[in-house]
């Protein structure tokens, strides 16, 4: 259930016996051949499964994170770090004043990374509060299914590409991972990374994407559980 398919009442009648509810983190970034929205179309799919199975709330997800290293591309649209530190903290402190006290932070974009921070200092301060994060792409999970099938991870590359991720054909070749001289600016970045895809294969058997799938699910099921 997606809080927009609810109105107040409903939400308060959640809160009389739940308290969990997920918040998608994600970003309006190049991801070569793939969406724009890529990082929020893989968590937030993740987040609407695990509800069908749960019941647990999923809030409207934040679509834009810290993507500075992109603007050289056409349609990445970024936050300053400062920006999404505060939005982030903002959300949190709205869900919990209204009860939420269990949160699952799905992650879709590397960029989000400094909000953890954030969250450890929301957590020390606000009592009764349980926080947990998934960045899926760097999950135990992820890492054996990709060593699996010899199959190297990286941005915009088959790891991303699910059937819901692709709004254009995929090359059928495999890309030589670019050099990169360490950290880049926006132009810089286009120059090293041309299409945008960080190297490896394009696409994977279907197969392979739906075993992908399922087994992130089930991390994010058993993060649900709050241990």
Known sequence: MRFEELNWFDVENYLQTEDRLMLVLGACEQHGY?????DVRIPLALADAASAQTGVLVAPSLNFGSSSYFMGYPGTLSLRVST???L???LVRSAYRHGFRRLLILNGHGGNDPARGRLYEIADELAGLRLAWYAWWTSHSAE???QKYDLRPSHANWMEAFPFTRVAELPE???PPPHVP???GAEEARRVY?????GGAYQADPQIMTELFETLLKDVLYLLKFE
């Open 34 to 38: 793939l969406s724009l929205l890529t």
């Open 84 to 86: 999404l530190l505060n």
């Open 88 to 90: 982030v903290e903002d």
């Open 144 to 146: 054996s299914l990709a």
């Open 173 to 175: 070749v495999k890309k």
């Open 182 to 184: 360490g950290l880049l």
């Open 194 to 198: 041309g299409d945008g895809m960080f």
